[in-house]
């Protein structure tokens, strides 16, 4: 019986078998923010063992809340620092470096095809994009990961995913994504790895399989993961150069992490994206999802672009397409977030930022902020939003407050129109 | 095993009660556990709970449904529990992150069949849970049930050395 990619990387980690189902792994990545690593700095400290297992695979960053928006985060924010200084940690992103995690590390080329990543944050999943292991911890692994460098976690079991046909313009990979959860369900992937296959995912590009990976936990997964490829290689080239002769070697290379065509999968789900249209969700779940067309006049108060999920290059872009020349609809508020610092100055070079601008939105620096309801675009009691994000739990964006996820396409449709609308009769 | 398991039960009667209903990401720039403690379930919107009630206040346990614990890595979603003196939660499923921080704090995380699940709350919601070994005796209204839980060796073995971090600690 052949190996998934999964397995793959498992075998090539392994620490420890403290019994046959579960598995210690050694870590080549440790991630950390501010909001579930000050804990684990503290519980290190008073138990005497301020110390890290490798400084160099440690990658930590301020994101959540930055700049600080009172004591208490500003507190966070110094224990991180200062640890960080204090433990020689190199790769630590404070305010004017900083940016959302899960799309600042990739840009780094901090996550390579075959690593183990874990970080305190449940989207640590979206790193699966190239060809990883990377899963989202609680502070205990994160602060266990930090001392020793190791993580456990019971046997993968791969469900695999099968995405065929072709996109159509104006849908993409979150449209897949979200239409992935309505069918899986919240729950339909726990303990299960997600492994995207097929045209769709060989065609798309790194920030689209960031997008699709980003939500395998919408669905209970522990990790999404896509097979590592010339797009994948290309991607990360200005990080590997020095390790490969060509980029043709270092794709070779990355195929002996491809699942094996025997390979033992728990189960498959196909999905031929063909006739896929954009997807919104309507209630307090992720699997709570329906055609755009069937929320066709849904009001609301608020657009939000950015986060880990869509607040990288390609959203703006594709976001772009529908605000260009319009203006945010009578009554309606939009908010920016470029996901990173590169991000906002690509987006500053090629024009963009001055059409979201011109269409009157508001555009923050980096950070997770309203993703989360914790500052820069909390909702009211009773406020819609339109999200480009990844949860639409009762209370994400603040208490009594409604979100809808949907793509930046969709979400840009939403900003102009005042309501939730289909993307594509504004394409030009 | 170190801790003592088991208590007065609360029933939370639905699936998928996520992380952001046990505890609000507004709470989470805490820096200590203990200041968690008031805001216990504080979102999770379930007829007849009120997360501020004696009852939910002196509970031991959390007997729930399918999923429990969705969403979110954070392990503020257990330490609020623990602080609240709850020891374990019993459960049809769990969502992966959140059964695994229960185990790495010393706590339990115990799943039993949709069908006994339906039996306890059965039950009535005034429970009172034992725990000895994999064995729960539980009662309420009258009556008592027995039931007996699977726990993975590795699981036991993070319990009964107090958590994660001790255990790794140790071995690592
Ligand atoms: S952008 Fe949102 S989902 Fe992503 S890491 Fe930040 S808070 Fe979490």
Redo the contacts between chains.
Sequence with gaps: MGKTIAQKIFEAHI??T??P??V?LDLDVVMCHE??T??AI??LVE?G?DRVFDPNKIKVVIDH?TPSK?S??A??AK?LRDWARRQNIRDFFDVGSNGVCHALFPEKGFVRPGYTVIM???H?CTHGAFGAFAA??????L??GI??G?C?FRLPETLRINLTGTLPDGVYAKDVILRIIKELT??GA??KIMEFRGPVVDAMSMESRMTLCNMAIEA?G?CGICLPDRVTAEYLWPFIGSDYATIDEAVADFARWHSDPDADYRGEFNLDVSALVPQVTYGY?PDEVKDVTEMEGTPVDQIYMGSCTNGRIEDLREAVRVLKGRKLADGVRGILSPATPKVYNEALTEGIIQHFLAAGFCVTNPTCGAC???SNGVLAEGEVCASTTN?N????MG?GGMVHLMSPLTAAAAAVKGYITDPRPLLD | MKKRFGGPAICLDRNDINTDEIIPAKYLTENSKEALKPFMLEDLKLEGFDCASEKARNAGVIVTRANFGCGSSREHAVWVFEVNGINMVIAESFARIFRQNMFNCGLLAVELKKEEIDRIFALGDDLDVEVAGTDLKVRGGGRELDFSFKLNQFDHDLVTAGGWLEYANRKY
Excluded: C, W, Y
């Design positions: 620490r420890d403290p019994t189902a579960n210690v909001i579930t000050p804990i503290n519980d138990r063992l809340v009172d208490k985060t507190t966070q224990i305190g944050d449940s640590t989202g911890v609680g502070t205990t692994d602060e266990v001392l020793k190791v456990s919240v729950h726990t303990d209970g522990t779940k989360l309801g914790m949860r739990f009762n209370g994400r208490k």
